[in-house]
Structure formats: structure tokens, C-alpha cells
DNA sequence: AGCGCTTACCCAATCGATTGGGTAAGCTTC
DNA sequence: GAAGCTTACCCAATCGATTGGGTAAGCGCT
């Protein structure tokens, strides 16, 4: 067991001239599925085969295969930011699933950034993926028609966009529990931190919170609705206008824990005690979340297990099955920030 | 077996047979640098082959110039978890210098486990990629010397291993920053979050602190000196540890952000006011440091331009130059958690 | 006219694996 | 004992691009 010293990988090739035998010999029974594999040799031909291979180490060449077989097995991510906890986490369920149906994953940032995010895809493209997963999809148009169009075998993550696959979190949904949870704590008088007006998961947080909101009988004008940025600095600036626009709410719902943590600056700032004066829920219950010195309450999303989702749609795509988006259940986390 | 109708990829071929000439003559117009494109073909016909390459949208197969020419133009990187901000943004930073010098990247997480590691490195090899960024190396043992002797080109990243390139925050620099500035401010009665004594991060940034400190005079005993997991958990236990052991310190360096968050808990816990009863260091500045109700000081490295270092390092290794590992200045952001 | 040189190409092998289509030898079966 | 079927393989084309080595035509020069 004598490992070479990485002169030149082992190839097919070798392994046949090795044993005697032709080299596509060697290529069914290693590379086949069982029933075209015992076609292929003899029960002692394909033990000896599997036997060079594994004491050599063989390892296929996955550039060769493609190119004859046109698959690559890589799958494409695109998201806007990989420093996004969320879509970090995403990622690492897509690569765990990618990886256990034998594909790879391979992941780009497009800062969220629709030029960017054609560029990226192009590259992706131009690598031969199998399929993409998007992660920054926006409602006002991206590339997805286009992708459509050339038949490019794609889901969407995290955002959805309707007429599209996709796997999110029910972020209706998750809107609709921040609003029975601030209802029932007797809240009357809240502003939502709405984030970007492009992402799905902005615009869906809010009109879950907004519609069940109205539906038990609750007032939300349209000003206490304020769209910002995703970060720290966006929720920070979000609740100043919310804070300038009249009286202060008794509670804020931001469709993001780090917008809800940079409100919850701004209330500190302005002299009230978050929970007491006003309540805080946030959303994603980033690991952070709950260690705030007043935990902040957010509504947690299976973050990981839509990525494993988004791998299960795509592959079904790539089989050429029909598909149906997927939205997984949120639950609501309740702390000090508004217990 | 899939019917994939869809259009398939214009090829150098179907350029040639289109302008009557041989592929051979294309593929050096194209892909050639000026000198020998320009012994290929008239200035005339080379403009006929780019135009029509333009107007089809020809892009090369990677798979089959990989197979070729023995390059994937792939660099391989592997991290603990990509859910780590300070991984992900260094790979931010990979990624960008990778693109810019015609490369990609390719990720994956280990988990910072050594066997998870050392199959996700032969995953790389296995997809071929021409070289590896490894940010997980454990100072006990790993995959490198395996990897050295295989002769596969690899740096390290954020954390060193003696006897191997690597891009790193000078880390002895960043903990020497550290206990300066709590001399600085008077404390005596210091106690170090130590982080996990396999990575050279959190070995260096502890002993930086430790020498620096007695250096100027100061005392410090080995027991508060505590090792730790380096997320808010890990923080918090190694706070509980210390303020059982003794005394209280008047000052806490964490060598990691969220170990110095998770201390912050505890120091509250215990009813003690950050800042005033006790100071609190911590490093990365990653950037919920500054949005605390406590802000926190941190040392600060320079994460993506590590990534981008590291990316300079490996291309110099694929050029066979020698090279000499990078370690990036920090600086100290001082707050209000040591103000 | 003949020689050498340049220009502008073409030719064919090659990278490693896959796969539809052989075929020779041995065994059944009648 | 011949047709027919299995078994256990082999053969060769192919995927798309690269690259060392041609070569024919044209030109300058003597």
C-alpha cells in the first residue's frame, strides 16, 4: 500500500492495461449501476478490478466524464451575500444534500446586485452547471425569464418569485405570528420595519403582519410601515423615522433580526427601555437573537432545511418532474424584548 | 437518460465549419495570447472568428480545455463553516481575487472536524482542483504534511501552521494590542477567553496578550488563562469559569467576538455592568462589535484582504515562485465595553 | 531561376471516460 | 450436430479543446 507520490492521477487506462483487460471493461464495472455492471465481467474479473482501484486510489476524472457525458454535477448557488448568517446557513444545508446525490455545490456572491447577479450566472453557465440554485431573486425583474427562456434548470431559495420554484420559509406566515403575538400582549399602536421592497421575504413578512394585523380588528396606517435596508444601520435609520413620524409605537416588528437590533439601538438611544416601552420581534432568530441583553424575540426559520429543499427541487427538475414550491412552517421565539 | 433538447453549446468546431477554416486556427485566435494568436491567422480572418464568436455567444467548455491542458482554473477552499462572518467574508475576498485572475472558487465547510476535513480535501483533489485554501488547520496534526507530500499546492488562511504559507491577521500583534490598551487603562487583574488551543488564532492572540502583559509588568496567572469554544456558549462558560475562580478581573480579552458577547452575558448575570465593573476585549470587529447597548472594543484584521492575500499566495505556489506567508496588520477599536 | 523566409493556415494526436455495437467461446436444446 | 443463447469481453467513435509539427503559396533577393 504504497501511495505514489502524485506523479500522474491513475486512469482508467492504467487500471485496464494493469489487469489486462479493456479499459471499458473497467469503466462499467466501476462506474455502472449493478445490472449493466454484471453484464460487463465476470464476479472474479470485477473483484479484481475493484480491488486495483481501491489499492491504487483511483479516482475518476470528473473533467473527462462531463465532457462525454454533458452532466458536471455541480449545482450553482447564487446569493447575495455569504457574510448574510442566513444564507451562509442555507448554504450549508444545500451542500450537505448536494453532496449526499453526489453533486457539488458551487457558491457566488452578487451583492445583491441584478447586474451582478447576470454576471454571475453567466459564469455559472459558462462552468457547465447542472442546475442553479437563486438566492437573489428580486420581484422587479432579474434574470429569470431568461433563464426560463433558455430552459436553464433552476429553483429559486429564500425569496420566491411567483411563477417560479422555489423554497422559502412561509414568511406570510411568519408575519401573521409576530402579529397574534403582539395583539395578544395588548399591543395596539406598532410600526413594521419592512426591509428592501425587491425581496420577497420583505414584502411577505409585512403583508402577513400587516393583513392578520387588520384582520383582528388592528390599525396600521401606511407610514408606520417603513422600508430599509437589511442591516444594523437600515433598522437603525428605520426606526429614527418612525420615532420623527408621530407617537411612539409600543411595538416594531422588523422582518430582520439585524434591523431589529439596530432599532433596538435607536430606541436605547431615545431613552426607552426595549420591552417595557416598546417591543422588538425580529426575524430569522440568528444565533445572536438570543444573546442580546434583552433578548430579542424573532421568528425562527428552518433556514437549513430549506436549503436541503431547494437541492430536492432542483434534482426533481433535473429528472424532468414537475415541481411545486415549497414553504416550510416558521415558529415565533418569544424573549424579554417582548414578553 | 433525459431527453435535454435544449440547445446545445456552440463549440469551436461549429465556428471552423462555419467559416471554412480549421478548429485549430479558431481556438488560437481565441484563446492565445497576442504573440502566437498572432502567427495564427490574418489580422482578417482573426476579426471574422471573434465577430462571429460574439454574435453566437461562444464559451469555451471548461471540462474539455481541463481535460487538455490539466488546469481547472478551480481553486479549492475549505473552512470550518462558512456561517462563521469571519470565514465567509474572507472567501468574500477569495472569491473576488480568484475571479479577477481568471479563477473560481469552490467551497466547502468542514465543520473543523479532521476527518471531515480530510474528506473534503480529496473531494477537491477529486473534482481536481489546481490548488487549496485551507482555513481549518488544527495545530495538532492535519492534513498538510499529507498534502506537502503529494506536492499539491495548497496556503493556509487565517489560522498559520509552522512550516506552511499562509495569510493571516498577525494575531500575537492583535493580543499585544489588546493587553496594551487594558494596561493602558489601568486594569491589573486581567483574565484571557483563550479560544480553542487547536487553532493558531486563538494560541497566538492569547500568547500576543500574555507577553505583551507581563512584558509591562503585569501579572498573570495560568488559571485565568481559560480555554474555550469560540462561539457565545463557549464565552459564557469560560466567564462562569473565571469569576468562580478568584477575584473578579477588572478587564476580560476574548480572542473571539462572540466568546467576548457570551462573556458579556454572564458579566451581566452576575450583575456586574460591562465597562465600569469590568472591561471586555474582543477580536474581529465583526460588525454587531459596534451595535451592542455595551459597544464592544475588538481588535480588528482585515478579513478580505487576508481572502485576497491568500488567493496572491496560491497563484505564486501554481507558479512554482517560493513564497513567504502574509500576516495583516490589526488595529484596536476601542469602545465603550473598555472605555 | 533558385533559395530561403514568412505568412496563414491545416493535420492529427491527445487528454480520460463512456457506450453502442460487435464477437468468440461455451453451453443448451432438439 | 447445428441453431440459438449466454457469458465475458473487446473495439472504436465520441465529447471539445489544445498544440507540435507540418506545408503550400507568395515574396525578396541574388
Not at 25 to 54: F, K, M, N, P, W
Not at 84 to 92: K, P, Q, R, S
Not at 111 to 136: C, S
Not at 147 to 172: E, M, Q, W, Y
Amino acid at each position: 500500500m504504497d501511495n505514489n507520490t502524485s506523479e500522474r492521477a491513475v486512469t482508467l487506462k492504467d487500471l485496464a492495461r494493469e489487469l489486462g483487460i479493456h479499459p471499458s471493461t473497467v469503466s462499467r464495472v466501476l462506474h455502472s449501476d449493478a445490472e449493466s455492471a454484471r453484464g460487463a465481467a465476470s464476479e472474479a474479473t470485477a473483484q479484481r478490478i475493484r480491488e486495483l482501484a481501491a489499492e491504487v486510489g483511483y479516482s475518476p476524472d470528473p473533467q473527462a466524464t462531463s465532457l462525454r457525458t454533458r452532466r458536471t454535477k455541480l449545482l450553482g448557488v447564487v446569493v447575495p451575500r455569504l457574510s448574510d448568517l442566513v444564507l451562509a446557513i442555507m448554504y450549508e444545508g444545500i451542500e450537505e444534500a448536494a453532496a449526499r446525490i453526489g453533486y457539488s455545490a458551487f457558491v457566488t456572491n452578487s451583492r445583491d446586485d441584478v447586474d451582478e447577479q447576470r454576471r454571475k450566472v453567466e459564469m455559472m453557465l459558462a462552468r457547465r452547471v447542472d442546475g442553479l440554485i437563486i438566492g437573489d431573486s428580486h420581484l422587479d425583474g432579474d434574470v429569470l425569464p431568461d433563464l426560463k427562456r433558455r430552459a436553464i434548470p433552476f429553483v429559486l431559495i429564500n425569496r420566491r418569485h411567483p411563477g417560479f420554484p422555489s423554497a422559502t420559509c412561509d414568511d406570510t406566515r411568519g408575519g401573521e405570528l409576530a402579529a397574534e403575538h403582539l395583539w395578544d400582549k395588548g399591543h395596539r399602536r406598532v410600526s413594521v420595519i419592512a426591509g428592501e421592497p425587491y425581496a420577497s421575504t420583505a414584502v411577505d413578512r409585512t403583508s402577513g403582519f400587516v393583513g392578520r394585523w387588520r384582520a383582528l380588528g388592528g390599525d396600521i396606517t401606511d407610514d408606520s410601515i417603513v422600508w430599509s435596508r437589511f442591516d444594523t444601520q437600515g433598522g437603525r435609520e428605520a426606526a429614527e423615522k418612525i420615532l420623527a413620524a408621530g407617537p411612539a409605537p409600543t411595538a416594531i416588528f422588523a422582518v430582520n433580526d439585524f434591523a431589529a437590533i439596530g432599532a433596538m439601538g435607536t430606541l436605547r438611544t431615545h431613552g426607552m427601555i426595549v420591552g417595557p416601552d416598546c417591543a422588538v420581534v425580529g426575524y430569522n432568530d440568528t444565533s445572536l437573537a438570543a444573546e442580546l441583553p434583552i433578548p430579542l424575540s424573532s421568528v425562527r426559520s428552518p433556514m437549513a432545511e430549506i436549503g436541503r429543499s431547494a437541492v430536492r427541487l432542483l434534482q426533481d427538475t433535473l429528472r424532468g418532474k414537475p415541481v411545486e414550491s415549497v414553504r416550510l412552517e416558521p415558529t415565533l421565539q418569544v424573549r424579554e424584548s417582548s414578553a
